[in-house]
């Protein structure tokens, strides 16, 4: 990477030093594992400071711990995002903190699949607060931090994490589909009603990414949300040994595989970046090429 990227057709770029991220602020949900890990990660190691929130506090803590030993600057901010006082509560931590905010990744998010015709109204409910609600508020609460003067503008957009169920829709998974297609509307309209204001607005659409959603469900794999407890993962799913191909496993999928977190990771940084600096309103799709 070169060590400072200079202004670009007036586009403010980063110049602060080391790294694609140097001197930005993002927030990152759901960073306790998985992608959302793989980006707080990432995103510290291209210079930013990474303010990382999940549910689950002790997970957190890890990741904590692996960025700072790394030399990365990051701030920890456990909680539920689909509670009614998280957006103001990771808002003014990070301020405090680190005095602005430059990036926004909606990633915190859990599947909670039944066929359509024995999804109750609460499955159904919770996945569009965790996947649409929360991110709304978030970024509804950051607002003044987006909406700047120009003289006060650096790089800063919002990523929202979306899916291939989102695009295709995808047996089992009404709840999720929907909630996952809205994202996609709500990124384009924050991308009409911001970049005015410099800010690009964009989403990720994942297909097959190892993680907890997409293991094996026989693995008894659980998360506690408001009390219930729901099963994560697909059944038979299998777990490859390496990043090999292995068309007899995905032949739906031209690479032949499915992708890393850190991969995934990787797509977020790009959209981040200030190589993206005129990119916004897009759903980039990271599938292997599935679904074309």
């Known amino acids: 990477m070169a060590e400072r990227l200079s202004q670009v057709s007036g586009h403010i770029t980063n110049t602060h030093g080391r790294g694609l991220l140097a001197g930005e602020v993002a927030i990152i949900t759901g960073a306790g594992q998985g992608i959302g890990r793989s980006t707080a ?28 030993a790394a030399g990365g ?15 103001k509560k990771i808002v003014d ?21 039944k066929m359509l015709h024995t999804t109750p109204d609460d499955t159904f409910d919770i996945i569009l607060k965790i996947h649409v609600r929360a991110p709304f508020r978030l970024i509804r609460q950051a607002a003044p931090y987006f909406r700047l003067k120009p003289e006060q503008r650096e790089n800063r957009s919002i990523i929202n994490v979306s899916s291939t169920s989102g695009l295709h829709g995808n047996v089992g998974q ?13 990124t384009k309209t924050i991308c009409k009603e911001w970049g005015p204001f410099g800010v690009r607005a964009n989403t990720v659409a994942f297909g097959l990414i190892h993680t907890r959603l997409t293991a ?16 994560l993962g ?13 068309p007899d496993v995905y032949p739906h999928i031209p690479l032949r595989r ?15 970046s200030p190589l993206a600096s005129y990119v916004s309103g897009h759903t980039l799709e990271v599938t292997g090429g599935a679904g074309i």
Do not use: M, W
């Not at 600057?73 to 957006?87: E, H, I, K, R, W």
């Not at 094996?216 to 099963?231: H, P, R, S, W």
């Not at 499915?258 to 981040?272: K, M």
């Open 258 to 272: 499915g992708g890393t977190p850190e991969e995934a990771a990787a797509a977020v940084l790009f959209l981040a």
């Open 73 to 87: 600057q990051v701030l920890s901010v456990a909680g539920d995002v689909g509670a009614d006082d998280f957006p």
């Open 216 to 231: 094996a469900k026989e693995a008894g794999v659980t998360i506690e949300i408001e009390g219930k407890k729901v099963a």
């Open 93 to 113: 931590a990070t301020v405090q903190q680190f005095g602005k905010i430059n990036h926004i990744v909606n990633n915190a998010g859990f599947t909670f699949d």
């Open 174 to 186: 009404a709840n999720y589909a929907a909630a996952k297609a809205a994202v996609i509307g709500l």
């Open 41 to 68: 990660i990432l995103f510290a190691k291209e210079g930013a400071k990474v303010v990382i929130s999940d549910i689950d506090a002790k997970r957190l803590e890890t990741v904590e711990a692996e960025i700072k």
């Open 234 to 246: 697909v059944p038979g799913a299998q777990r490859p040994t390496s990043t090999a191909p292995q």
